[in-house]
């Protein structure tokens, strides 16, 4: 059993940046791949990032590729998001997600969200 907590969404304009924490239960972390989703307004939750649990293996969403970095530290059992260049249609909530490989994230384990909102 995994629990993940999110945080570090916010409010930020256009341009700007936010960093996500999702901090992970259990002392089987590392052995994990991990990611992001978000789900705006209307629309169906989507893949944003993936890191393996080696760290040797990431994926990005085109829409997000060369703004967005995933990365994990498995010391203290924490994956972040580190969003630049933020546009409004980045807006929605981001979800932490976690299993064994990369692939099957979306049917792993969840955390309960964290707001990002980006104004124009």
């Known amino acids: 059993q995994v629990q993940l907590v999110e945080s570090g969404g916010g409010l930020v304009q256009a341009g700007g940046s936010l960093r996500l924490s999702c901090a992970a239960s259990?002392?089987?972390?590392?052995?994990?791949?991990m990611g992001w989703f978000r789900q705006a307004p209307g629309k169906e939750r989507e893949f944003v990032a993936g890191i393996a649990s080696n760290s040797g293996i990431t994926n990005y969403a085109d829409s997000v590729k060369g703004r967005f970095t995933i990365s994990r530290d498995n010391a203290k059992n924490t994956v972040y998001l580190q969003m630049n260049s933020l546009k409004p249609e980045d807006t929605a909530v981001y979800y932490c997600a976690a299993n064994r490989v990369i692939r099957t994230l979306s049917e792993g384990y969840w955390g309960q969200g964290t707001q990002v909102t980006v104004s124009s």
């Open positions: 259990g002392r089987t972390f590392s052995s994990y791949a």
